[in-house]
């Protein structure tokens, strides 16, 4: 539900390049670096991305990339716009040397109320798309 419901994907188009890949959101390029902090390895961000470089037909596999519904990797790792809110600061050194001193996992900061709304609203989106037969994000 992280990545069916997450704007930034389907909605903003929040796409971003780094190092000669496509990315669908600015997550993954730059997560196993944190993660690797958590003593966390077994994400491989190659999983989410599209080599620009290595494709034969860019157009065809830019719209199948991008068009895709399989849900990334990098979700695991994300609350997307299912966490509870919380106000924007400047993160303590201690806090990026080592993400575990910070106390937020799936358990504390999941909104399930909103998890549940947002994941009702996306299959009335589905539903009409089945429907109507217009695609929407």
Known sequence: ????????????????????????????????QYLSRMDVDYYNSADDTLDIHKSNNLFQDLKEFLSSLK???????????LGKSQAHHQ???????????QKITRRTHLDYCKMVIEGIKYYLRRLNEKITGNHTW
């Open 1 to 32: 539900m992280i990545f069916k419901t997450c704007k930034n994907v389907h909605f903003g188009h929040c796409n971003m390049i780094h190092e000669g890949k496509l990315y669908k959101c600015a997550v993954p390029p730059f997560l196993p």
């Open 91 to 101: 993160l303590e050194s201690e806090f990026i040397s080592d993400p575990r001193r």
């Open 71 to 81: 849900t990334m990797e990098a979700c695991n790792f994300c609350l997307g716009y």
